[in-house]
């Protein structure tokens, strides 16, 4: 299995998150372009990127700007962000020889995306979110966004894993299965957020495990509800979490937010050799 781990807010630099990635015999770096340091005109330095991942034998994997809205409403907003994704998958296409040079071929390199849920209107009964009561301008702009994906990805071997994070709204549902028919999309599911909504995302992954090739591995509780914990330090059942990343031949980041957390976590899949 390929394990990686994600940019930490204590590592400063590039350098300080490849020295740990080595240190703990990690394959990865999920860069996350929500950090200063890993916004595109950073990212679009590449040879730096390379030069420093070759020298460590690793490679990179990449997560998308949390706020990333392709559906908004104001089109110079969502044309920025589509932007942002296009020129994001020209740096997967010259970081891509880095996976096949010391990753697992078999495993495409990924975007990974978390859906907007967008705004909501608070009534005196109830709260009505703005995708849902503009469904079909919401879709339109999920086409859009589906076929400049395919466009901008051709035949490279990259592919777009959309993330649950706090429940997938019904209106998001539709608009990801319309993704999951294209095979630029797939799924990423992350163990930690699921649990602590009560894994009420579960039956939705479970019902289209076929594309889910992506995992945030970290452990978590519902009551209190908790994630980004060290492994075995929550109640989620990882053996099983695991097993099916295995089964997916899926790629695995171990997205505990602080260094103790991560090497806490790969000490943990080291006590079986079938993980780590």
């Known amino acids: ?16 998150n490849i020295a740990l990635c080595s240190r703990l015999g990690l394959k990865f770096i999920e860069l996350n372009m929500n950090f200063p340091e890993y916004q595109l005109d950073k990212l679009e330095e590449t040879d730096i990127f390379i030069k420093a991942a070759e020298q460590a034998h690793i490679y990179y994997t990449i997560h998308l700007d949390e706020n990333l809205n392709i559906a908004d409403f104001n089109s110079l907003v969502s044309e920025a962000y589509l932007e942002t994704v296009r020129r994001t998958i020209e740096v997967s296409k010259k970081l891509l020889p880095l996976r096949d040079k010391y990753g697992d071929q078999t495993q495409p390199l990924t975007l990974n995306m978390h859906m907007n849920h967008g705004i909501y209107i608070t009534l005196p009964d109830r709260k009505v979110q703005m995708y849902d009561r503009d469904f079909d301008t919401y879709m339109k702009s999920f086409a859009h966004f589906r076929d400049c994906c395919e466009k901008w990805i051709g035949d490279a071997d990259i ?46 992954i479970k019902s289209h495990v076929d594309r889910l090739i992506h995992f945030h591995i970290h452990d978590g509780s519902e009551n209190p509800p908790k994630n980004h914990l060290a492994l075995g330090d929550g109640k989620i059942d990882l053996n099983d979490r695991l097993q099916l990343a295995k089964s997916r031949n899926a790629r695995c980041v171990l997205e505990t937010k602080t260094i103790e957390a991560l090497e806490k976590s790969v000490a943990y899949l ?4 079938s993980y780590i």
Request: charged content about 35%; aromatic content about 12%; hydrophobic content about 35%.
């Open 270 to 273: 080291k006590k079986s050799d």
């Open 159 to 204: 592919k777009i894993v959309v993330e649950n994070t706090d429940e997938f709204r019904d209106y998001e549902k539709k608009a990801i299965e319309f993704l999951l028919e294209s095979p630029c999309f797939y799924l990423t599911w992350d163990i930690g957020h699921s649990k602590a909504i009560g894994e009420k995302d579960v039956p939705f």
């Open 1 to 16: 299995m390929q394990f990686g781990m994600p940019t930490l807010i204590e590592n400063k630099t590039l350098d300080d």
